[in-house]
């Protein structure tokens, strides 16, 4: 039998594994799935998952939480600018989210190159400082930049 057949004996393990993680069950059928690519991918480039006859657990639980930290992180990163940008929305208001991604889309295409780039590296986990570092642009000047462009799609959100 195969090390990928004796990780796959255990499959219902992993989805309660997953599911304990927070995700609904598809969600932990996904990431389980991708579990099984990466692990093969491992065996083929010749990395051994065992321990002693048996498949090294820990090794599989620690694959299983990277790739659901990885989906997590993913899918907050989706909607991490239409969360951010709608904080004078009343809770009890209907949020299109389809249509303030859209918005923001739109409102970034016809900024200046400059600021839209700037917008988007900061907002996708690089902090003002580390950016001013690696590029030697000033610190206030890029944190004035983000900010204007966040209030820019801001108020256009809000109207």
């Known amino acids: 039998m195969s090390m990928l057949e004796r990780v796959y004996k255990s499959h219902d393990k992993w989805i309660n594994t997953v599911l304990k993680f927070g995700c609904n069950r598809e969600e932990a059928e996904d990431i389980v799935s991708e579990m099984y690519l990466i692990i093969a991918t491992y065996l083929k480039k010749g990395r051994d998952i065992s321990y002693g006859d048996d498949v090294n657990y820990y090794y ?24 951010d940008l709608v904080t004078e929305v009343e809770s009890d208001d209907f949020i299109d989210y389809d249509n ?24 996708n986990g690089c902090s003002v400082s580390e950016l001013s570092r690696r590029t030697t642009i ?12 966040k209030k820019q799609i801001k108020n256009k959100i809000i109207d």
């Open 60 to 83: 599989i639980y620690l694959t299983l939480r990277t790739t659901f930290l990885l989906a997590l992180k993913k899918k907050k990163k989706e909607n991490k600018v239409s969360l």
């Open 100 to 123: 303030i991604n859209e918005i923001v889309s739109d409102e970034l295409q016809n900024m200046h190159f400059y600021r839209e780039k700037v917008f988007n590296i900061i907002e």
């Open 138 to 149: 000033d610190y206030h000047s890029l944190y004035r930049t983000y900010r204007g462009v």
